[in-house]
Each structure stands twice: as structure tokens, then as C-alpha cells.
């Protein structure tokens, strides 16, 4: 089915562990994006990428890095987590089209 | 304030009811977008809006660009309805409001 493709859905990580969470859409999407979803906050854009071989700074990033690898592929990245990072992640793409977004399943990820 | 404001955050309904999720914000947009997000996480998008009025199924979705306003309604509710159902604003940026958490008693 097409749609975006997010992995993984679960993660336990230690403070200072690095992890890599991926994100594929086979929608021919320009644009993608990475969210964190926190308890009594709406969602919080981490970073973005516009089109392939760009990304930019969303309200949150500090602590991650992205790479938009080709059109279909943006990563994101957490060199050193710490309990602050504990969230819902989701990514996002979004084109030509009436609906606009069409999202990933989501990773929880828990720092402890 | 926040950019995004959403109204009510709680709303209980019984099935059959006509519901009203109201989504107001500050700033100039280019589009407004309602989600769904499901007990189980996944969001889905139901609506992007630049004027007017959409429809799709039980689902309309109504924007007033001179009132920074837009409504989500439910025509028959029905259990299957309860969800998180979020705003978002498109500027230069996407702003999202925290949430209207609908629960639909059957």
C-alpha cells in the first residue's frame, strides 16, 4: 500500500545511546517531515525537508540530526539521547494532492 | 496565546449526534488542515482548506479566512468517530493545535 513507512514502532534507549529512526514514502512526495508528539502539547516540528538535498531547522532540534537521502528516504537521528527525547515520533510527507499530509505509523521511543 | 486554539478539548457524545470541533488561530494562513488521530496513534489527514467548505461522507469542514475560524461537524456520530481530532495551521511554517479528544457512546 502506498503511504509512509516508519521504523521502528517501539525503542527503549539509554541516556547517551544514539539511534537512527527511518522513514520511506512511495508517494513521489517533495516534502517530508519529522514530529514529536508530547502529552498535552500539539504535535512540534523536529526538521523538514522541503525537497531532496534540503532540510531546515523546525520549533525543536536540538539534540537531532536529519538526512533526506534521496526522495523517497529522511532519517532522523539522535547522536546522544537523553530522557527529554522520551516522545511520539512521527514523519510526515506531503505534495500535490487534496489531503495535504499523509503520515507514519509512529515510534515510541522511551530514554531512561 | 497559542497560535492555534482548539474548542472543546473534551467532548462526549451519544451516537447520532451532531458534533461541532471548533479550531481558532492568530496568524495570516495559506491552508488549514484537520487530522485524525486514532486510539492506536496513526494520524490521518481529513482536510486541507484554503476557503470555504469541504465535504467528505458524514465529515464537513468549514473555514472563515476574515474570522480566523474553522468548524469540523459530525453528522450522525458513531462510535467509530472517537478519536483525537487536531488542527493545524500552514504559513510559513504548520502550527498544530493540541487537540479535541471525542468519545462517541453507543
Known amino acids: 500500500n502506498a503511504g509512509v513507512t516508519q521504523t521502528p514502532k517501539f525503542q527503549v534507549l539509554k541516556t547517551g545511546q544514539s539511534m537512527t529512526l527511518q522513514c520511506a514514502q512511495d508517494?513521489?512526495?517533495?516534502?517530508m517531515y519529522w514530529y514529536r508528539q508530547d502529552p498535552g502539547m500539539g504535535l512540534r516540528l523536529i526538521y523538514y525537508?522541503?525537497?531532496?538535498?534540503?532540510?531546515d531547522k523546525g520549533e525543536v532540534p536540538n539534540g537531532y540530526n536529519v538526512s533526506r537521502l534521496n526522495k523517497r528516504e529522511f532519517s532522523l537521528r539522535l547522536e546522544s539521547a537523553a530522557p527529554s527525547q522520551t516522545s511520539v515520533y512521527f514523519c510526515?510527507?506531503?505534495?500535490?494532492?487534496?489531503?495535504?499530509?499523509?503520515f507514519g505509523s509512529g515510534t515510541r521511543l522511551t530514554v531512561v | 496565546k497559542n497560535e492555534v486554539e482548539q474548542s472543546p478539548q473534551n467532548l462526549t457524545a451519544q451516537e447520532g449526534e451532531f458534533i461541532t470541533i471548533n479550531c481558532s488561530y492568530s496568524?495570516?494562513?495559506?491552508?488549514l488542515h484537520w487530522l485524525q488521530q486514532h486510539p492506536g496513534g496513526g494520524i490521518v489527514s481529513l482536510f486541507m482548506l484554503s476557503s470555504g467548505k469541504k465535504k467528505h461522507g458524514r465529515l464537513i469542514a468549514t473555514i472563515n479566512i476574515q474570522e480566523k475560524h474553522s468548524s469540523l461537524h459530525i453528522t450522525a456520530s458513531h462510535p467509530r468517530d472517537s478519536a483525537v481530532y487536531i488542527c493545524a495551521v500552514q504559513y510559513y511554517k504548520y502550527i498544530f493545535g493540541t487537540g479535541t479528544r471525542l468519545k462517541v457512546l453507543a
Open positions: 508517494m513521489n512526495h517533495n516534502s
Open positions: 496568524v495570516g494562513i495559506s491552508a
Open positions: 525537508s522541503a525537497s531532496e538535498g534540503t532540510t
Open positions: 510526515a510527507s506531503s505534495g500535490q494532492g487534496a489531503l495535504g499530509y499523509t
